[in-house]
């Protein structure tokens, strides 16, 4: 199968303006290509940046300098529409704290980015359903999410990632609030999509949700310092900042 | 489009319906405080003006001339219109009848009864001149006003307090000890204007009153004439022609004020309609400021709920909604909240306002442009407060919003 790069990063600068004419250069000269169907994990310690990075690619943020291109759109020239619109067509999110709306159905939950997209309300249920059987929450639709444990509800946020059909889905610290017990069958979920076909790109500062991943990429300070397979990391193979 | 927004802001509503429901009360009070004080002010307009109508709103009053000293209004003048001025009324073109008034209050006596009421002195166009008929019997002529016969006819509340079930038809009554003949008796009028007996009332010939009851030393004047038009239309072509005709009897030179005053029905009509206006806008004006203060409570409610929501708006930001949408829906659900609380106002207070009306036994109209006013300034209230709600959750910057606890 020929690998096509679903996000294209080239010379990433992103920098913070503050008030008082100071500024932070918060990731500095990032490089690297994901192709369709790797499972990576964005991982570094807190403050590394490697949020930031996260959401100039899930098209929440724009980059200060260089380029980004996400499945062949050129993020750069894009306002804020168009972002949402991106976001909404080729994007799937999962949360740390799921960000479920608690008075909805668990079905309106998952079936919410197609109302964006101007979907008929019966496709988007039939939709939703499709959803939730891939993730083994069939029968729960009519329910609301706060009548469901945690790792359930994170199924759901999974499930309503998935239902726009995205290029590729990010997942930040999607088992951050989750006991080890149910944050193995999330990961084991996304194992299994992945395997699917379904991109994924995981942020976590946990290695034992790294160890889900294929492939790697580690910030500290702003920069990239270790790329590569995550069964080959070692603490000494990271390249200086 | 408009329709998933409109959903999804119906949603939203309808999942906190206490707060919702406490939110739409002030809009809710305020439309219908306006209703129903509108409609109070039509009611009272409404009342007055059929009240006046009702006497013939085709009838012009002539009484003496107000004096003026000095800038200063004062009491009437002198009588100075005759009854040899009336009778030449009559003659005028456009008019249908013409009489006058001389007055005096008396104790009537009927056997063992007794009652109080006004003895009225006048001519037989009286009946004319208050739109009413002859129930029983016959009114006095202008022949038996000239030979001042005693002959009295009187209203119902003279029929039923003297005579009960009797027919007073030909029975005599006492008026200061003088004997008068019934022969005639006045259909009901029913109340007046300001809840007076309009049946309490006897009408006699005005030269026997001034002979018999009510001695005057210029016994030709009179101190109130009323003059009836053919037609409403017709009503300031009379008076012109009555000033006119006026003016030649009384001999008035050029320039030389004049010595009585003509006032139409429709005037005193008017006026009271602009009473009754002026009352309905106060009252509006006094109920749209709980309007005002219910509009603060949707924009209050608004902004919390954009605060409360931060999250969520992030959330929706991240899958996918345009920021116009996230506005669009704020929007909405501020717009859906005061045009439901103004509708169930409205309903509300045409409700309270025909309850009142029934049980105060007057007649009230709904008003429309009262309803349609302040319905559309309750969905210009709920656009207004609405707006810098929307707009913050609009700005709302989708990383920020995503962090917020």
Redesign the interface.
Known sequence: MRKTPVIEVKNLYKTYFMEGGNSQLVLKNINFKINEGEFVAIMGPSGSGKSTLM?IL?C??KPTKGSYVLDGYDIENKN??EL??I???KIG?V?QNF?L?M??TIA?NVS??L????IKEKERYKRALQMLKKVGLLGYQKRPPSQISGGMQQRVAIA?ALV?NPSIIFADEPTGNLDSKTSDEIMELFTELNKQGITIVLVTHEDDVANYATRMIKISDGCKVYDGLRKDYSKEKETKC | MLKAILKEAWISITSYKLRTFLTMLGILIGVAAVVMMVSAGQAVQLHITKSFSSMGSNRIFISPAELVTGGVRGARGLPSVTVDDVKALKELKGVKAASYEGRTAVQVVYGSNNYGTSVYGTNPDILEVNNSEIEDGVMFTQKDVKSARPYAVIGQTMVNELFGLQNPIGKTIRLKGQPFKVIGTVKEQGDGLFGNDMDNFIYIPYTTLRQRLAGSDRPQYVNMAYVVAKSEQEIDAVSKRIEYLLRARHRLKEGEKNDFQIRPMTDFINKVRNVGFVLSMLLAVIASISLIVGSIGIMNMMLVSVTERTREIGTRKALGAPNNWIMTQFLAESILISFIGSFIGMILGIIISQLAGTILGYEVPISIWAVVVSVSVAIIVGIVSGLMPALKAMRLNPIDALRYQ
Request: net charge positive; charged share 30%; glycine share 8%.
């Open positions: 959401n899930g929440l943020d804020d529409i949402a619109k976001r909404g067509q999110f949360f960000n709306m008075k909805r309106d919410l980015p109302v964006y997209q101007n309503r726009n």
